[in-house]
């Protein structure tokens, strides 16, 4: 059972005969039907360039229909997009390789990067926001884990540090079971507070990096994904 699920659980008594226990069943069966479509109204959204019913790779540029949902939008709200800093990825796969090579061991509490990770980042032309939802689109099946890093990190200085990483983590996955259309899952809780917490410390800096894993299928280029801020007035 998935941690967002809920335990339904009724003794012999919340029966009135076989017809009553039938319709209950069915009735939640139907609720949870309805549950698992609904797209979360906060913390987890199709991206704006999607479409209806189905969650697809974003588009590298701009469509008329991203501007018209930019038209629907408060002029007070604003999207950011997670892009790859390729250079900094490479630096750090640079810095792998030459452990490798030299035989040295890493320093006392280091991260390295991972295979299966890149370095992306985010960046505040407006500090003052407050965190809105999500934007997360994935085509086929995986899991995209994101690492905030929550300290300043000069990375042609300084060796990035486990105690640099912010939690929580945000996690969104679709299992390889799953049609390709479904919904994307994710824990709520745990993405509600990470997105507070990027909103907290983009007041104090005017770029943001994360480290994203992409793991069980998942690929970087069937990945696209945003957070929406609304501005503070």
Same mark, same amino acid.
């Given at each position: 059972?998935?941690?967002? @699920? !809920?335990?339904?659980?009724?003794?012999?008594?919340?029966?009135?005969?076989r017809? &009553? $226990?039938r319709?209950?069943?069915? $009735?939640?069966?139907?609720?949870? $039907?309805?549950?698992?479509? #609904? *797209?979360s109204?906060?913390?987890?959204s199709?991206?704006?360039?999607t479409?209806a019913g189905?969650?697809?790779?974003? *588009?590298?540029?701009?469509?008329?229909?991203m501007? %018209?949902?930019?038209?629907?939008?408060?002029?007070?709200?604003?999207?950011?997009?997670?892009?790859?800093?390729?250079?900094?990825t490479e630096?750090?796969?640079?810095?792998?390789?030459?452990?490798q $090579?030299?035989?040295?061991?890493?320093?006392d509490g280091?991260?390295l990067?991972? *295979?299966?990770e890149?370095?992306?980042?985010?960046?505040?032309?407006?500090?003052?926001?407050?965190?809105?939802?999500?934007y997360?689109?994935?085509?086929?099946y &995986?899991?995209?884990?994101?690492?905030?890093i929550?300290?300043?990190?000069?990375?042609?200085?300084?060796?990035?540090?486990t105690?640099?990483?912010?939690? *929580?983590?945000? #996690?969104?996955?679709?299992?390889?079971?799953?049609?390709?259309?479904?919904?994307?899952?994710?824990?709520?809780a745990?993405?509600?507070?990470? &997105?507070?917490?990027?909103?907290?410390? %983009?007041?104090?800096?005017?770029?943001?990096?994360?480290?994203l894993?992409? !793991?069980? &299928?998942?690929? %970087?280029?069937?990945?696209n994904?945003?957070?929406?801020? #609304?501005? @503070?007035?």
């Open positions: 059972m998935g941690q967002n @699920e !809920k335990l339904v659980h009724c003794d012999g008594n919340c029966w009135e005969g017809r &009553g $226990r319709a209950y069943e069915n $009735r939640v069966r139907e609720e949870k $039907r309805l549950r698992l479509k #609904t *797209p109204e906060l913390h987890l199709q991206h704006p360039s479409q189905r969650l697809s790779p974003y *588009p590298r540029n701009k469509t008329s229909e501007d %018209a949902d930019e038209a629907k939008s408060p002029s007070n709200t604003i999207v950011l997009e997670f892009k790859e800093d390729t250079a900094l630096m750090m796969r640079l810095r792998v390789s030459s452990l $090579r030299s035989g040295q061991k890493r320093q280091e991260r990067l991972l *295979p299966y890149a370095v992306y980042r985010l960046d505040f032309a407006i500090q003052e926001l407050n965190f809105s939802r999500w997360f689109s994935l085509s086929g &995986g899991r995209v884990t994101i690492t905030g929550c300290q300043h990190w000069t990375p042609d200085l300084t060796n990035l540090m105690r640099q990483l912010l939690e *929580p983590i945000g #996690t969104f996955w679709r299992n390889a079971g799953d049609p390709e259309d479904s919904q994307l899952k994710c824990l709520e745990d993405m509600q507070e990470f &997105g507070e917490r990027i909103a907290e410390l %983009a007041k104090v800096r005017k770029v943001m990096y994360f480290l894993a992409f !793991k069980d &299928g998942a690929e %970087a280029a069937n990945l994904c945003s957070i929406e801020f #609304t501005t @503070e007035k």
